[in-house]
């Protein structure tokens, strides 16, 4: 039997993530595009709530959302603002590592952390020659008595700024390259620790972003997740799970820029009557409605899987970010078209929502990553 209905927590999750994007989210989405700032009022507020840190189990302090859950909340925070939705869903992809392969100790230390601080954490994967090709990444932690000497440059880190702390990527044996790779908890408070200015962008301006080079930064070897040479297994299960994260919210920014352009075209008057009454305009608002429905479909039905551990998961969660960014990146484009002038204007909002679904095209692996993973399961 297919069920598309939400189960009662789901419908709990939805109303609360929605009332919580109303009331914070949309009333400062503008500002915050301008500032290009953190959003720590928000964040500080969503720890408050209890929005912080869904897919933390109950009892590291979290909501234990399971991975349809989670793109509940995460479409509701897409609607409002994806930038200031990824401050609050950036946590879930630095903290999945741990959530996948750190001991019962290291959880109830770091997630225990991470709640006391109301804080956020940073997951650093790319680097200057290793963007889409993880395997080229050259940081390096190399063991010394029972510390890890971390050296390296990443860029392009999310939270790496306001980070309590950073989910690590590092070679423990340069020579072993990728097959080496492992990942580490690293305090932000450490020596050695240089965070350059932050990134300068198009859109999703309250996620800020930075260089960071580490120089001879000693890690507590028990901070290393899983064993050495596990860190790229780690990163790819990570995605596994994320991307459908970054699907919902793609989904939600698409269906808010939707709205918004349909009521303007069912209002707005030229020639004697409202521009929606014109099939042009009326087949557009269809394919935008249409593409909307298909995304969530995809998208729940990636999370679906993930949650009852089908093997396909990898394919349908890379599935569900390439379609559900690119229809973003249409139905916001579209949007603005409908609005005409206006669409254009930065006093409303569909601009930003163009801007914004641009880079969810690039980030967790670019569209074309996301085809080379499809390509490979479905060709095997
Ligand atoms: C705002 C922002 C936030 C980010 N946040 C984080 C973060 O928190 N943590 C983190 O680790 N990283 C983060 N990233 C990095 C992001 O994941 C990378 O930018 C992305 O994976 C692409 O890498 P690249 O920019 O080096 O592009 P490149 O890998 O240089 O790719 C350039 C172009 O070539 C294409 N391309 C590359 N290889 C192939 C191929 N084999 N076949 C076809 N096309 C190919 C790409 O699709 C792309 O179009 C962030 C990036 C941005 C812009």
Redesign the pocket.
Known sequence: MIDFSLSNKQKEIQEKYRDFTNRLIIPNRLKYDDLAEFPWDIVKQAYKEGIMNGPIPEKFGGKGFNIMDSAVASEELGAGCIGIGIGID?NT?ALTPLLLSANEEQQKKFFGLINEKQGVA?????EPNA???VAGIKSTAIKKGDKYILNGH?R????GEVATFHTVFALTNPERGARSLTAFIVPTDLPGIDIKPR?Q?MG?KA?V?NEIIYTDVEVPAENMLGQEGHGFLIAMKTFDRTRTGVAALSVGTARASFEISKDWAKNRIQFGKPIAANQAIGFMLADMATAVEAARLLTWNAAWAYDNGLRSLSKLSAMSKLYASDIAMKVTTDAVQVMGGDGYSKEFVVEKMMRDAK?CQ????????QR?VISKAILK
């Open positions: 950036a992809l940073a997951y650093c994967l790319t963007g889409s090709d990443k392009f880190i999310t939270n990134l962008k999703q996620s972003q880079l690039i980030y967790e692996g670019t569209n074309q990553v080379l």
